[in-house]
Nanobody
Framework: QVQLLESGGGLVQAGGSLRLSCAAS????????MGWFRQAPGKEREFVAA????????RYADSVKGRFTISRDNAENTVYLQMNNLKPEDAAVYYC????????????????WGQGTQVTVSS
């Protein structure tokens, strides 16, 4: 089992940047595919990005390609989401998740979830 704790959310102006972190407990972090999802008020949770166990393969939602970068540090049990050129439509609660399916983009691909961190983008 793994426990996940997100941090780094906050208020940023459109065009600005934020870096989200997700710290994982346990000694098996490197055995998990890691993903980031987000959920805006009144909307379904949506896939943002995923990274494989080694960090060598990544997958992004079309809406964030070229602006967001997912990375991981297995020595630090942490996955990151660098978000640049933020837009008002990026505002949401961002969740990290751990799973076993390669670069899954569905919520059911992931078994463990963090509590989320709020990202607010002002226009």
């Amino acid at each position: 089992q793994v426990q996940l704790l997100e941090s780094g959310g906050g208020l940023v102006q459109a065009g600005g940047s934020l870096r989200l972190s997700c710290a994982a407990s346990g000694r098996t972090f490197s055995s998990y595919v890691m993903g980031w999802f987000r959920q805006a008020p009144g909307k379904e949770r949506e896939f943002v990005a995923a990274i494989n166990r080694s960090g060598g393969s990544k997958r992004y939602a079309d809406s964030v390609k070229g602006r967001f970068t997912i990375s991981r540090d297995n020595a630090e049990n942490t996955v990151y989401l660098q978000m640049n050129n933020l837009k008002p439509e990026d505002a949401a609660v961002y969740y990290c998740a751990a799973g076993s399916n390669t670069l899954g983009a569905r919520s059911y691909d992931y078994n463990y979830w963090g509590q989320g961190t709020q990202v607010t983008v002002s226009s």
